[in-house]
């Protein structure tokens, strides 16, 4: 019986579309190791819209999630992943180091974001987002097209 392989999933989403309660599970379920950029902001006291504290989170995160991935355990990369060229770049250095590589991409309806991150916003200590911020930040998002989720492995059974 072969070992299994190493796995990178990218987990890939607007707020409010999943993200941490599909992670948390695979996290579980793999096991992987799961890293979260908004959940290590919290943890050192940034804030999540920090973008230099974000941006050095997530390039710690990817060197340890590279460093596991060499070590033979798998790793669930919970960072949202809205630009084509991000993901790429985590789809071909995870496959040089031998690993197979998912992209889960969560496409919720903007509606449907809205009305998830109103009731989230009233949980004690959430960071609250806004129905304006979100059609902001869905004007920025590359959503994956079929060709390009076509360019990773199958979700694992």
């Known amino acids: 019986m072969s070992e299994r392989r190493p796995r990178l999933v990218l987990i890939c989403g607007l707020p409010g579309a999943g993200k941490t309660t599909l992670a948390k599970r695979l996290e579980r379920e793999m096991p992987a190791a799961r890293l979260c950029p908004d959940e290590r902001?919290?943890?050192?006291?940034?804030?999540?819209?920090?973008?230099?504290?974000?941006?050095?989170i997530e390039?710690?995160?990817?060197?340890?999630?590279?460093?596991?991935?060499?070590?033979?355990?798998?790793?669930?990369?919970?960072?949202g992943f809205w630009e084509r060229g991000e993901r790429d770049e985590k789809r071909l250095?995870?496959?040089?180091?031998?690993?197979?590589?998912?992209?889960?991409?969560?496409?919720?309806?903007?509606?449907e974001l809205q009305r998830r991150i109103a009731v989230r916003n009233r949980e004690p200590g959430?960071?609250?987002?806004?129905?304006?911020?979100?059609?902001?930040?869905?004007?920025?998002?590359?959503?994956?097209?079929?060709?390009?989720?076509d360019l990773f492995d199958p979700p694992m059974p």
């Open 93 to 111: 250095r995870a496959r040089e180091l031998g690993a197979e590589v998912e992209l889960r991409y969560l496409a919720v309806p903007l509606a």
């Open 41 to 56: 902001l919290a943890e050192t006291g940034f804030s999540r819209f920090d973008e230099a504290a974000r941006a050095r």
């Open 59 to 79: 390039r710690d995160q990817w060197v340890h999630a590279q460093d596991l991935l060499t070590a033979g355990s798998s790793v669930v990369l919970e960072n």
């Open 126 to 149: 959430s960071v609250v987002l806004t129905a304006e911020m979100l059609r902001e930040w869905q004007g920025g998002f590359e959503a994956p097209t079929q060709d390009e989720l």
